[in-house]
């Protein structure tokens, strides 16, 4: 069974940062794609960023040149570097696993894993 657990979020203010931690067990994940994901009230879960260990990351248009994905795989351990933070990001955040490199990943219904998720909360 794999578990992703998440940590890191919090409430900051705009134009802040956070680094956003997803710990995963269970799994040799060297042919796994993480991924971020963020729900907003109201609205529909959406794609952050992914990484594999095997390609470059990727980004949604929203948070590319501000987020960044990072892995350590000798930890299983995944980050999202956030910054230059604005309200529009408040959301909760999500850590994913899809069980291959291969395929889309861009759909929540893409990822086979979830954690529970973390909330982020930029004040203006």
């Known amino acids: 069974q794999v578990q992703l657990v998440e940590s890191g979020g919090g409430l900051v203010q705009v134009g802040g940062s956070l680094r956003l931690s997803c710990a995963a067990s269970g799994r040799a994940f060297s042919s796994y794609t993480l991924g971020w994901f963020r729900q907003a009230p109201g609205k529909e879960r959406e794609f952050v960023a992914a990484?594999?260990?095997?390609?470059?990351?990727d980004y949604a248009d929203s948070v590319k040149g501000r987020f960044t994905i990072s892995g350590d795989n000798a930890k299983n351990t995944v980050y999202l570097q956030m910054n230059s933070l604005n309200p529009e990001d408040t959301a909760v955040y999500y850590c994913?696993?899809?069980?291959?490199?291969?395929?889309?990943?861009?759909?929540?219904?893409?990822?086979?894993?979830w954690g529970k998720g973390t909330l982020v909360t930029v004040s203006s």
């Open positions: 994913a696993a899809r069980s291959s490199y291969y395929g889309d990943y861009h759909r929540a219904s893409d990822m086979d894993y």
């Open positions: 990484i594999t260990w095997r390609s470059n990351p």
